[in-house]
């Protein structure tokens, strides 16, 4: 399994970005997919989940900021983030939900500066 992020970048307090995640040998549609966030110095944590039924939740720091979403069709998975701080700043990762341990890719970094 491969899932690799990209899409990360500066951008200033209260911006928007969106971060995408190509799977291979994994199909996301069959699957429950998350996006996970590691802050310097912080242990890596679930931001962002959605289930193969399509369901999603979010961890309380990201709720009404942040969207997961997939498309099916591209076995891809997004997440669209708003209102951006400066404590987002970490590099962001796709993984499974619950996460596979040998299936972190490199991740994407994102910086909000304020």
Known sequence: VQLQAFGGGLVPAGGSLRLSCVASRITVSRSSMGWYRQAPG????????????????????VKGRFTISRDNAENMVYLQMSSLKPEDTAIYYCNTDPYGPGWWGQGTLVTVSS
């Open 42 to 61: 912080k242990q890596r944590e679930r931001v962002a989940a959605i289930s193969s039924g399509g369901n999603t939740n979010y961890a309380d720091s």
